[in-house]
């Protein structure tokens, strides 16, 4: 069955280090997005993309930057980690149907600690 | 901006109740919206959508309605159960892209 993977599950760093998140879809959808839950601001879009090369940052894109080298993968990486980063972070994906409306398709999360 | 608004607090109802969740939104006519199931430690599964020219949809026990004028959608569990405790956030599609905004979510507990 196709799947959207995340990893890790849990991560714990330090102030300053660079970490990324992995998210890998075997969908084959040209969508992929992160977004930050936090409590009192549900989902906040970090980055999304549309497509292999194609990034855009959404609203909370601050200290975060993504890459898309493949249809199947798009990971974000915090590239100076900051304790106002923890947070859990969700990956998820849609397909492009050309009717509005297309689902989307989540992985389990990553919960991220700074210290 | 575009908001949307869900009740952050927690409903708890009787097994075998009609759960209602409520999400309003502003700034915002949006062509569709959407509702998601999210359980604790899992990412969010979608439910259901309703289109601005459909005032409801059903899916077996689940019946969400959609007001353009009052700028409000309505989710509702019928006959509701212990199984269906989780939290329940709606997402509106942001400008005409294939990106959405969610609301914060409504943490429903259906007490046996």
């Known amino acids: 069955d196709a799947e959207i993977t995340q990893s890790p599950r849990h991560k714990i760093t330090e102030t300053g280090r660079q970490v990324t998140l992995a998210c890998h879809q075997t969908?084959?959808?040209?969508?992929m997005f992160w977004y930050r839950q936090d409590l009192g601001h549900g989902l906040r879009l970090i980055h999304y993309?549309?497509?292999?090369?194609?990034?855009n940052k959404g609203e909370v894109s601050d200290g975060y930057s993504v890459s898309r080298s493949n249809t199947e993968d798009l990971p974000l990486t915090l590239e100076s980690a900051a304790s106002s980063q923890t947070s859990v972070y969700f990956c998820?994906?849609?397909?492009?149907?050309?009717?509005?409306?297309?689902?989307?398709?989540f992985g389990s999360g990553t919960q991220l600690s700074v210290l | 901006s575009q908001k949307i608004e869900q009740n952050s607090e927690a409903l708890n109802i009787q097994e075998g109740k009609t759960a209602t969740l409520t999400c309003n939104y502003t700034?915002?006519?949006?062509?569709?919206l959407q509702w998601y199931r999210q359980d604790p430690g899992r990412g969010p599964v979608f439910l259901l959508l309703?289109?601005?020219?459909?005032k409801e949809k059903r899916k077996e026990r689940l019946k969400v309605t959609f007001d353009t004028t009052l700028k409000q959608s309505l989710f509702h569990i019928t006959a509701s159960q212990p199984a269906d405790s989780a939290t329940y956030l709606c997402?509106?599609?942001?400008?005409?892209?294939?990106?959405?905004?969610f609301g914060t979510g409504t943490r429903l507990k259906v007490l046996a």
């Open positions: 700034n915002y006519s949006p062509a569709y």
């Open positions: 998820a994906s849609s397909e492009t149907t050309g009717v509005a409306g297309e689902k989307l398709f």
């Open positions: 969908w084959n959808h040209n969508n």
């Open positions: 997402a509106l599609p942001s400008s005409g892209t294939y990106k959405y905004i």
């Open positions: 993309s549309y497509g292999v090369h194609d990034t």
């Open positions: 309703i289109r601005e020219n459909e």
